[in-house]
Nanobody
Framework: QVQLVESGGGLVHPGGSLRLSCVAS????????MAWYRQAPGKQRELVAG???????NYADSVRSRFTISKDNAENTVYLEMNMLKPEDSAVYYC?????????WGQGTQVTVSS
């Protein structure tokens, strides 16, 4: 069983920055199998950032060059650094380990970008 706890969301002005954290605990988790998703009201949950099978970061086109995913093995934590935030980035952000359909999910953290 894997537990994921996200933190770091909040209200930020357009152009601002936030850093989300996801701490993993339990047995059998793999930080390279972790990813960030987001879901805005009335929209499907979408992949924001994750790692390829070779361990390289990959990003949705809408966030590439603005968001950075990273991990800290010692802290069992995956981060999402979000810069130049836009109103359309507003959503609940979820941490996932092990894939969309079969993996584990955190409880989500709200990100609101508004002036």
């Amino acid at each position: 069983q894997v537990q994921l706890v996200e933190s770091g969301g909040g209200l930020v002005h357009p152009g601002g920055s936030l850093r989300l954290s996801c701490v993993a605990s339990g047995s059998g988790f793999n930080l390279y199998a972790m990813a960030w998703y987001r879901q805005a009201p009335g929209k499907q949950r979408e992949l924001v950032a994750g790692f390829t099978s070779s361990g390289r970061p990959n990003y949705a086109d809408s966030v590439r060059s603005r968001f950075t995913i990273s991990k800290d093995n010692a802290e069992n934590t995956v981060y999402l650094e979000m810069n130049m935030l836009k109103p359309e980035d507003s959503a609940v952000y979820y941490c996932n380990e092990g894939g969309y359909y079969t993996g584990y999910w955190g409880q989500g953290t709200q990100v609101t970008v508004s002036s």
